[in-house]
């Protein structure tokens, strides 16, 4: 796991400088934090209260814990304990999310609680999305102190990112709320495995939207993340109706997700569903968690993903997780010519006027501020 998305020790500045705000210990279990915030979208049921939020819809009894494991039931209400206690802080580049067409070349100030609602075999942050927030140890931060903290560190927007930010709803649609009043642009960096009525609503604060989706076969999705497929792309289409703008990432995972003819599948959909001016980024698997014996993504592999994406009409097609490969830059699909070069994360030139091509004039779709 990359040690910057995990840090105990205080909030890393772009420079490396590190502050030190409070730290909490953890809750008694069936006890809920002094931040708890009443969870949104809840209803009581004759075996318990079930919480809407996601396709889970867990129900639960008098102090249980929620799938995602940063829900629980307190008094006969659903809580939230998530809430103002992020595990993880950090200032990172947007291009790490990965948002490729979103204000580039600024910093993003990025928050995570513990917990997710699905269970990935291949997570490169299991260290806390497979873990509560009465098991980490976490940072008193409430919604006014991350608006705070992202003007100190001039940070354009504040990613919700590194575990699941549908499992600490209520904290970012409250931090949300704070930075569009305070003109600071608002990302998540999901799994998309969340319902509709919670979604709309969530998109009400959601500049720009990072969605893994794992493969183009629900057997796969149970197997490897314990989910399913539907939801996932219903939430594609809901962040793109609600003008969220949205980039997607594939893990291409050897022996799992490396079917050429489910990648086929894939791009095929998102073409035929308003989705082929969409950056989708094949990202390379790094072996992690349970899927550790598997061998890195070949490379090849990764092109062959990426010419399949342009046959079926995708325009904007990206390689990850692959040092020093060209494929993370932007080309005007008209000219050919490169319209933002990067290195890394890091932005070389931009070629784009408004939102066209500076050369040919062809609309770039994005927002590059």
Known sequence: MDKRTFIKTGICGAAGALICPSVSAAAAPGKPWKWSREAMYQTETPRGVRCLICPNECTLGEGELSDCRNRRVYNGKLYSIAYGNPCSIHVDPIEKKPLYHFLPGTNAFSIATAGCNLACLNCQNWTISQSSPEETRNYDLMPDKVIEQARKYQCASIAYTYSEPTSYYEYVVDTGKLARD????????????????????????????????????????VKLTAGKLEPVLNAL???????????????????????????????????????ASTPLHFSRFHPQYKLQRLPYTPLNTLESAKRIAAEEGLNYVYIG??????????????????????????????????????????????RWG
């Open 182 to 221: 305070a003109g600071i642009k608002n990302v998540i960096v999901s799994n998309g495995y969340i319902n509709k009525e919670p979604l709309v609503n969530l998109c009400r604060y959601i500049d720009a939207a990072n969605i893994d989706l794992k493969a183009m076969d629900d057997s796969i999705y």
């Open 321 to 366: 997780n692959v040092p020093g490969s060209s494929a993370t830059d932007t080309l005007c699909p008209n000219c050919q010519k490169v319209v933002v070069d990067r290195s890394g994360y890091r932005i070389d030139e931009i070629h784009i006027s408004g939102d066209r091509c500076s050369f040919c004039n062809q609309e770039i779709p994005g």
């Open 237 to 275: 289409k809901i962040y793109k109706d609600e003008g969220v703008w949205v980039e997607i990432t594939n893990l291409v995972v050897p022996s799992w997700t490396d079917d050429m003819d489910l990648i086929r599948r894939m791009c095929g959909w998102l073409a035929g569903n308003g989705f």
